[in-house]
């Protein structure tokens, strides 16, 4: 299996623009997870998607951030429009299903710097 | 509501010496306990679980952590280190009940020094 496939891996942007980052899980995962990582905030939980519906968005900073999952392969994480202060690395993780026990698997990130 | 402490932001550590990292956690459900490592421009990947059973919980690279419920304790231990293992490691914890969301805690940033 491939993991957990993010694209871009970097995004260089300038403040007022679209970011869309994208996201394919591990087939056959059921739940799909977006963070932010930084240095001064460390990692977020921003919102978690199962059987591809938004389950809880409340880590989401603000109305400029959106995310669907259109289908059970395929995620979107889009800010509109971007700011300096969005500037991290953003991850994707999937799992088999949302009981507590099961293990996130992790993609490579995207690091998005917004000038 | 869950939160986790490592109270330990950076341990620098010498190549073959012992590690431990703390980690302590508060909830008011019975919880799953995690230890997930940060390899420099990685994602997270998982170390070791604790679910049930034996407290004491072997993971990959030779790690292991031993979950401790008076303490509310999930610290992680590694005999000897290399510097392979340079990295940041993150506890997490998640509630028993199915839906529930990982909690990490701020990670601990291990230097592995020759």
């Known amino acids: 299996d491939a993991g957990v496939i993010q694209s871009p891996r970097h995004e260089v942007t300038e403040m007022g623009q679209e970011v869309t980052l994208r996201c394919k899980p591990i087939s056959g995962h059921n739940s799909l997870f977006w963070y932010r990582q930084t240095m001064m905030r460390g990692l977020e939980l921003l919102i978690y998607?199962?059987?591809?519906?938004?389950?809880?968005d409340s880590g989401m900073p603000e109305d400029r951030f959106s995310a669907k999952m259109p289908n059970a392969s395929f995620s979107t994480l889009k800010i509109q429009p971007s700011e300096p202060r969005d500037s991290a690395v953003y991850f994707c993780a999937s799992s088999p299903d949302l009981g507590g026990a099961d293990t996130q698997y992790f993609g490579p990130g995207t690091r998005l710097t917004v000038l | 509501a869950q939160s986790v402490t490592q109270l330990d932001s950076q341990v620098p550590v010498f190549e073959e010496a012992p590690v431990e990292l703390r980690c302590n956690y508060s909830?008011?459900?019975?919880?799953?306990l995690f230890w997930y490592v940060q390899y420099p421009n990685q994602g997270l990947q998982l170390l070791l679980k604790?679910?049930?059973?034996?407290?004491l919980v072997k993971g990959i690279n030779g790690f292991e952590a031993e979950f401790n419920k008076s303490q509310t304790s999930f610290h992680l231990r590694k005999p000897s280190v290399h510097i392979s293992d340079t990295a940041e490691y993150f506890c997490a914890v998640s509630g028993r009940a199915a839906g529930n969301k990982l909690t990490f805690g701020g990670g601990t940033r291990v230097l592995v020094k020759p």
């Open positions: 998607f199962n059987n591809n519906v938004p389950i809880d």
């Open positions: 604790y679910l049930s059973g034996s407290t």
């Open positions: 909830s008011s459900v019975s919880v799953y």
